[in-house]
């Protein structure tokens, strides 16, 4: 009796254990950030921005990120299209690396950005802080990314 129950009370403990990986996050997101921008031209004031983002992401197998949002609070609100690859510790945190362009332009990427996260796994979503915009642009901007679909998908608009 005493095995047993020693047994069960070492299965719970494997069971109650967060593992993470790419196999985890794997599917199509819808994402959405708020906050602000602080951006830095030399010999200028800074200038703050407040600005948004929204639109739908998938992580295949790979680890390969793709999808496409609309940026707003700098301008008019312009579609991008994103690129990328995430890295996940098994203890649920990590990291997305994108770049992206505008929707249609032909050119290289015009944006980077690196995302740092903590995955839940009960609730399929990403919290995340926009971490680094690339230089000169200080953000503080929070997202959330929301699993709507188990399998990766490419969807636009």
Request: proline share 8%; hydrophobic share 40%.
């Amino acid at each position: 009796m005493k095995r047993i129950i020693l047994v069960m009370a070492a299965l719970c403990g494997v069971a109650a254990a967060q593992t993470c990986g790419v196999h985890t996050v794997v599917g199509t997101y819808v994402m959405s950030y708020i906050g602000w921008l602080t951006v830095m031209v030399p010999d200028t004031p800074p200038a703050n921005y407040s600005g948004g983002i929204f639109g739908i992401a998938s992580i295949d197998g790979a680890g390969k990120v793709t999808g496409t949002g609309a940026i707003g609070g700098m301008g008019p609100v312009t579609d991008y299209d994103v690129s990328g690859t995430i890295t996940i510790k098994p203890d649920c945190t990590g990291a997305i690396q994108l770049t992206g362009k505008p929707k249609g332009s032909s050119g290289p990427a015009t944006m980077t950005e690196v995302d740092r996260f903590v995955f839940l796994p009960d609730l399929g979503e990403f919290r995340l802080i926009v971490w680094d915009l690339g230089p000169g642009v200080y953000p503080a901007m929070l997202g959330t990314w929301k699993r709507i679909a188990p399998v990766p998908n490419y969807a636009e608009w």
